[in-house]
């Protein structure tokens, strides 16, 4: 077989990684991934004279093989569509058909099932003038190639694959920077809900949370003290797990996060989120040391949403897959943001992320934006914008504001558990629509906190936290408060103060810079 080397296109930087052999090539699939996949079809674009590893694509098996030829053309038009928009048309592609033996079956009856499925792949190839260079079936620890027809390359009882970590290729991918996180399953695993559906408390608690909140969140003025309830107590619990000891071993950090996050916190944060602008807000958790405990959150606030609240978990795991993108992990960010999509496939949100992931964009554009939402609240605080959240997101507001007969369009709606759905509703279309309130057309009226609102005094670890504060509040600060703090207390955090979330700049919504019409906004369902 023709050599291919390991160095994407958009990383031509890195050091390359050469294999000549199918089980060198099926060694260096986890290092092309950062995972090992389970139950998956993957297909990687080849560009140039020698086989340059590009684009990716990951997809799971349909159980039904009646399914494999329209998941096959989908999955091998995503690749060629956007590898050509990046990079020219692939000179090849190498498919990798990955399963492991169930109940009395061996690796070789895998292969022979998968098959069809292989040549499905090589059919809706051909057709988009795209030849498949090599198709490779991993299962049972060997793997066979469907192109090869030399039985002393490819024997018919396939080719033994080395142990994980032991190859040639995983030393030169250890040299190269490459890492493996392991399975996919295991990954998603950290997100998921437990098989059994978790501790029935949970879903007894968000049966509450929802009772009491989602009244609460239709109202404009009510929705202000629901988000500011919900950012304080994030803050506490992002505190809380950035005080926890070190727990190297994923499965037991996670099970001592979720014993560290209580049951009632954990429903009034997940419900919250459903918010969009509080989801946003949330999203500016994003670096220095709040990001890893606030990674921790994420995850363990997804795994809570079990049975009729599984498309919550949308707004936990979109976060997930945001922190882990701007932390620098992107292989857990596509993971978490993939499961995201698969709890609500609606969730713009996700989409948006995902696809800026995908294309390679760098996270610190968005980073950027989220810091400078922070500093456009700190600035209408100190301008004595207390009343008023948001303005700077309505389009004519210097002109004197929207109409009247366009508040409805300020409408937004907050999703409903899927047990509380009549039947055809989708998860992305139901909810409850929020009314624009008394306090004007659209605009949502906030209580000043105690303290002043907008002033920032006397915040301190949950600095913000209060029904005046805008930007989420710092949960980890050093000892003797922020540099400045005077007499009244420590500083609170640059930028605080009242407002609408990042949303009003950032380009990963749907909700006010989608379509727009003349003299105010379409409505719209969820970000």
Not at 16 to 26: D, F, M, P, S, W
Not at 226 to 236: P, R
Request: positive net charge; glycine residues 14%.
């Amino acid at each position: 077989m023709s050599e291919h080397t390991n160095t994407t296109p958009t990383d031509s930087d890195e050091p390359g990684v050469t294999v000549r052999t199918h089980t060198e090539l099926a060694d260096a699939l986890p290092y092309l991934l950062g995972f090992q996949p389970d139950e998956s079809l993957v297909l990687v674009a080849l560009h140039g004279s020698r086989g340059r590893f590009g684009g990716r694509v990951t997809v799971g098996i349909p159980t039904d093989p009646a399914d494999w030829a329209v998941v096959a053309d989908a999955v091998t038009d995503a690749l060629v569509t956007g590898s050509t928009r990046r990079h020219g048309l692939p000179e090849g592609i190498v498919a990798f058909l990955c399963r492991e033996p169930g109940p009395g079956e061996n690796g070789t009856t895998v292969m022979e099932y998968l098959r069809p499925l292989a040549q499905h792949v090589r059919l809706a190839a051909g057709a988009r003038d795209v030849p498949v260079v090599d198709a490779l079936c991993l299962s049972d620890h060997r793997c066979w190639s469907y192109c090869c027809p030399d039985p002393a390359c490819c024997p018919p009882e396939g080719n033994a694959q080395k142990p994980p970590g032991t190859s040639a290729v995983a030393a030169a991918a250890a040299y190269a920077g490459m890492t493996v996180r392991g399975s996919l399953r295991a990954m998603q695993r950290r997100l998921l809900p437990p098989d059994d559906g978790g501790d029935p408390k949970w879903t007894t608690a968000l049966d509450t949370a929802c009772a009491n909140l989602l009244p609460r969140l239709v109202d404009e003025r009510e929705a202000a003290e629901v988000a500011e309830q919900t950012l304080t107590t994030t803050a506490d619990l992002i505190t809380r797990l950035h005080r926890l000891p070190q727990v190297r071993d994923p499965k037991a950090a996670d099970a001592c996060d979720d014993r560290a996050i209580g049951i009632a916190e954990a429903a009034t944060v997940i419900v919250g989120l459903q918010d969009r602008e509080t989801r946003d807000r949330a999203a500016e958790w994003m670096e220095g040391p709040l990001a890893p405990p606030a990674l921790r959150l994420w995850r363990a606030l997804a795994r809570r949403c079990t049975g009729a609240y599984d498309e919550y978990a949308a707004a936990p795991l979109a976060l997930a897959g945001w922190v882990a993108w701007s932390s620098g992990d992107r292989t857990e960010a596509r993971v978490a943001l993939a499961l995201a999509l698969r709890a609500d496939p609606d969730y713009l949100f996700a989409l948006l992320l995902h696809h800026a992931c995908d294309e390679g964009l760098a996270a610190e554009s968005i980073r950027r934006v989220l810091r400078r939402a922070g500093k456009d609240r700190g600035r209408e605080a100190a301008a004595g914008g207390a009343g008023v959240a948001g303005t700077a997101d309505v389009p004519g507001r210097a002109g004197g504001g929207e109409s009247e007969g366009t508040s409805s369009s300020r409408r937004r709606r907050i999703p409903l558990p899927s047990a509380l759905r009549t039947a055809g509703q989708r998860g992305g279309k139901a909810g409850v629509p929020r009314p624009s309130g008394s306090g004007g057309p659209g605009v949502r009226a906030v209580k000043p906190s105690g303290a002043g609102a907008g002033a920032g005094a006397g915040a301190g670890a949950g600095a913000g936290a209060g029904a005046g504060a805008g930007r989420p509040p710092l949960p980890v600060r050093p000892r003797g408060g922020w540099p400045g703090a005077g007499s009244g207390g420590p500083r609170a955090p640059h930028g605080a103060g009242l407002g609408r979330g990042p949303s009003g700049q950032l380009p990963l919504r749907s909700s006010r810079h989608g379509r727009r019409r003349q003299g105010g906004r379409v409505p719209k369902g969820r970000g």
